[in-house]
């Protein structure tokens, strides 16, 4: 008998490849699974599956992959499951961002109508993943980077028993790149959100989080990242969110985590073109979230012999989101007891000041118990109104996924702190209805 079966839900995606390069990382801990790669579109099953082979034999690992486009097959003895699809895939992806920008309203696929709406889709289909896992494997893990995360994450808590964790891997990039990058401490990438020498800690909401705690081989590290950011103004690129992340800073006096998410909020406007002429490429915004031709002949040459290139320009070859999410499944199994950040679940009393069955994003103690949240105080005063306002309109999209009320969902698309407009929020809500009806059966 395999030790665990890991069962990838999306197992056609191009992120897979990360997931099996960390893996084969942790083999002390993961030789003698099964991975069972799990896709209804059977299209890249099979050269996914020929690279976990490729892989593991070139590591002389022992670990089994598997393929299958029936969820039953896949799910039944499961031991860990990584739900890890987009629902309707770019095709989909491209309404929620097209159809709001056309109409004047920032596009995102996890913020803003297109958030609203990627929930609608994604929340059903895991809603009944989840329960064919409460019958044929109910003790296993789910660890999920299914956005919208928290939005997930709410529906999941409120309609099933599942052993749901739920994670966003902007903490993880942070963390584990762009903080040692800024901090000039190498190496850059490194498999744990917290180390020896730097000890970050942020919380808030999914993709509003801020860096409230740091720590530098055992010293307060904000001064020093302070100073570092201000010696890089000026002498390095720097992208549009960096920069909108030092006026951030400069205002609060806090780092933001997701800055390529949190600009609409400040900047809406000048995000707005920006995301017009993205979408006027069509190379760069199939990379958003790793659909380019080149990333699959990537995979075709690793096949072939070619080694892992975690420094590709292709987004889904990084390996910061697969080590966050197998990092996270190897604590559990080795009850390690560390602390991992990026992750999603009811407050408690964690952050002390926001609501507490509110799903919020902070840090946690991971082992074989599973998640213990640790309270990290308040968030500082000037953060917390945007937070509550953000949690309003998530609730309200999943009590809309979960009723199909088409008059709570214009409601739901209001709440969003940066929806404007009552004309273009209508326009959108019809638009998208039709564009995503096929997967969203609560409105039928």
């Not at 003698?32 to 799990?38: A, D, K, R, T, Y």
């Not at 329960?131 to 003790?139: A, F, I, K, Q, Y």
């Not at 919020?360 to 953060?383: A, F, M």
């Not at 999209?397 to 009320?405: E, I, M, P, R």
């Amino acid at each position: 008998m395999p030790r665990e079966k890991i069962v990838i839900l999306g197992g056609g995606s191009p992120f897979v490849t990360a997931l099996i390069y960390s893996m084969l990382e942790n083999k002390e801990v993961l030789e003698g699974s099964e991975v069972c790669l799990m896709d209804i579109d059977p299209s890249r099953l099979p050269l996914l599956t020929k690279l976990g082979r490729e892989l593991s034999n070139r590591a002389k690992v022992k670990m089994k992959f598997t393929e299958t486009t029936d969820p039953k097959e896949a799910l039944e003895g499961a031991t860990f499951v990584m739900p890890s699809y987009r629902i309707g895939g770019e095709k989909h992806m491209k309404y929620d961002f097209e159809i709001p920008t056309k109409h004047g309203i920032c596009g995102d696929e996890t913020a803003g109508p297109g958030g609203t709406f990627m929930a609608q889709c994604t929340i059903p289909a895991t809603l009944e993943y989840c329960r064919l896992m409460e019958g044929l494997c109910s003790d296993a893990w789910v660890i999920s980077y299914v956005n919208p995360t928290n939005f997930v994450a709410d529906a999941v808590r409120r309609e099933t028993k599942t052993k749901f964790i739920a994670l966003c891997d902007c903490f993880a990039g942070f963390s584990m790149a762009y903080l040692p990058y800024l901090l000039e401490m190498p190496p850059f990438e490194r498999r744990y959100c917290d180390n020896p020498d730097i000890k970050p800690r942020a919380i808030g909401i999914n993709h509003c989080t801020w860096l409230v705690d740091l720590l530098v081989k055992g010293e307060d590290g904000y001064p020093l990242l302070k100073r570092k950011i201000e010696e890089k103004i000026g002498k390095v690129p720097r992208r549009p969110e960096a920069d909108f992340s030092v006026r951030v800073l400069e205002a609060y006096g806090y780092v933001n985590v997701c800055p390529s998410h949190c600009r609409m909020y400040w900047e809406h406007n000048t995000l707005l073109e920006e995301r017009k002429a993205l979408l006027k490429d069509e190379k760069k915004r199939a990379s958003v979230l790793g659909w380019t031709e080149s990333a699959w002949e990537f995979v075709r040459e690793m096949v072939a012999g070619a080694e892992y290139n975690p420094h590709r320009p292709e987004y889904c070859f990084s390996v910061h989101h697969s080590r966050h999410v197998v990092g996270i499944m190897v604590s559990i199994i080795a009850n390690e007891g560390r602390e991992w950040g990026g992750v999603n679940f009811p407050n408690r009393g964690a952050i002390n000041n926001l609501p507490y069955d509110a799903i919020v994003e902070g840090q946690c103690i991971v082992d074989g118990r599973g998640l213990t949240p640790i309270n990290c105080g308040d968030l500082p005063k000037p953060l917390v109104g945007l937070a509550l306002h953000l949690l309003n309109w998530q609730e309200l999209t999943v009590d809309v996924a979960l009723s199909g009320d088409k008059d709570l969902l214009y409601q739901a698309i209001l709440a969003c702190p940066y929806v404007h407009d009552m004309k273009a929020a209508k326009k959108i809500m019809e638009e998208l209805l039709v564009a995503h009806a096929e997967f969203m059966p609560q409105f039928k």
